[in-house]
């Protein structure tokens, strides 16, 4: 991610929806900025081709054409809808190299850019990569433990303060107590916030506030904004 956690916002409840500049359509390498998104790209080819060597192959073939092509002609709009016509075009060139008598059933209806589990799936994406790097940030400052507040308070959200201390001291560096948790879990959800708003920056092209807004309602992730002011 292109932004550090120190510059999330400019108050504990304000989030820059353009705070990352960077772009996927400003990648330097097509193939190494792809990895990112292995995981929903390969759940969704295993569950069209029904196995996962199958969809192994389908995405070796996509990384093998990003590597010699690059993102080509095709640099613009959303990285999940090229990456979902990548994967189509992939799943399709692995089945051309299986002989017809040992195919499975295969439908490819599903790799769609609006398609329910595609969008599942890369929301799914969104959020752990979000998860981590809160976690990475707390680990090099352990003495601000957001990311073990906001887990406590996003596996519990009906917890008390004295059941979130609990639950927060059982992932945190450091023993956290009432205060502590009291002080940061506003900035917890701020800074969560700030850097799924910086992943999704990064899979649109030049996005103004308004484009990165109605992403992140397509993918049914405002929930992480409620009661955050954002600009």
């Not at 989030?15 to 900025?33: K, P």
């Not at 398609?115 to 998860?131: H, I």
Request: proline share 3%; net charge neutral.
């Amino acid at each position: 991610m292109a932004n550090s956690i120190s510059s999330a916002g400019s108050s504990p409840s304000s989030i820059n929806l353009v705070r990352s500049s960077q772009s996927w359509t400003e990648a330097d390498s097509a193939a190494g900025f792809v990895l990112r998104y292995l995981s929903p790209m390969r759940r969704q080819l295993v569950e069209v081709m029904g196995s996962t060597k199958e969809a192994d192959e389908a995405l070796r073939l996509l990384l093998a054409h990003l590597v010699a092509a690059g993102f080509g002609d095709h640099r613009k709009g959303r990285l999940r809808d090229f990456l979902v016509r990548g994967i189509r075009s992939s799943a399709k060139a692995r089945l051309k190299e299986i002989p017809e008598q040992q195919r499975t059933a295969v439908t490819l209806d599903e790799l769609k850019l609006e398609s329910p589990n595609w969008v599942r799936y890369w929301r799914d994406c969104l959020l752990e990569r979000s998860w981590r790097a809160l976690e990475r940030a707390e680990h090099k400052d352990p003495e601000t433990p957001l990311y073990s507040i906001l887990w406590a308070s996003t596996k519990n959200p009906k917890a008390n303060i004295d059941e979130l201390v609990v639950q927060a001291n059982k992932t945190a560096l450091i023993q956290v107590d009432a205060s502590t948790v009291n002080r940061l879990l506003q900035q917890s959800k701020a800074t969560f916030a700030q850097l799924l708003a910086d992943e999704v920056v990064e899979t649109l092209e030049s996005p103004t506030k308004a484009d990165v807004r109605n992403e992140i309602q397509s993918l049914g992730m405002s929930g992480a904004f409620a009661g955050l002011a954002t600009h």
